[in-house]
Every structure is written in C-alpha cells, then in structure tokens.
Nanobody
Framework: VQLQASGGGLVQGGGSLRLSCTAS????????MGWFRQARGKEREFVAR????????DYADSVKGRFTISRDNVRNTVYLQMNSLKPEGTAVYYC?????????????????????WGQGTLVTVSS
C-alpha cells in the first residue's frame, strides 16, 4: 500500500489547514494511521493517531485541542484538521500506517512501529 499526503501550504499564525493522506489500496481500513512532523534541524515527532475503526484517537500534548484526526475508510483517506496554527508548527508532515491497532500510549508515539509512510507535505506557519 502507498500513502499520498497533501494539503500543506503557507498559512498565517492562528489560521487553519486540513491535511489529507490517501492510500492506494482498500487495505487502508486495516491500518491504524498516524501523523508525524519534522521541523528543520529537529527530530521527527508524533502528532496524532487514529485506530482502524476511527473510534480511538490520541494526540501530542502540543496539539491537543487544536488538531483533529479523522478517517474515511470508504475514501481510504485520513485527515488532520489543524486549527489555531502556531509558527512552531512549521514542519514537513508525514502520514504513516501501522498494521497493528494497539493503542498503548508510548507505542503509538514511536515512529518505529509504523510500517508504511507517505512522502510528506510541507506546512509553513508565518508569525
């Protein structure tokens, strides 16, 4: 399965963007999905995750209350709605799929558990 992320761009601080990540196969519904981001010169960090059925979500503390992850298993797509964006949110955002639906807190935050990665989409938040 391949993942294609889109929706990045330039936005003013306080603004909103919605990222999308579409899978090439219907096996998408068997993947728990996550979003990660990597700012220039920094390590990749966890942003959000959603379970296969969409009922369980988890967020990094830095985005909780501002970002919302959701999915549409008919359209093979996962979304990341980002509101109240901050300049420190400038990064390349990656979607990733995990064949395991385990939801342990430390597990979902580790990129090493994700088996499939999209190519990334750049989000730039101006101050």
């Amino acid at each position: 399965v391949q993942l294609q992320a889109s929706g990045g761009g330039l936005v003013q601080g306080g603004g909103s963007l919605r990222l999308s990540c579409t899978a090439s196969e219907r096996t998408f519904s068997s993947l728990a999905m996550g979003w990660f981001r990597q700012a220039r010169g920094k390590e990749r960090e966890f942003v959000a995750r959603i379970s296969r059925n969409g009922y369980v979500t988890d967020y990094a503390d830095s985005v909780k209350g501002r970002f919302t992850i959701s999915r549409d298993n008919v359209r093979n797509t996962v979304y990341l709605q980002m509101n109240s964006l901050k300049p420190e949110g400038t990064a390349v955002y990656y979607c990733a799929g995990d064949w395991s639906d385990y939801s342990g807190r430390s597990y979902v935050r580790s990129g090493y558990h994700y088996n499939v990665w999209g190519q990334g989409t750049l989000v730039t938040v101006s101050s």
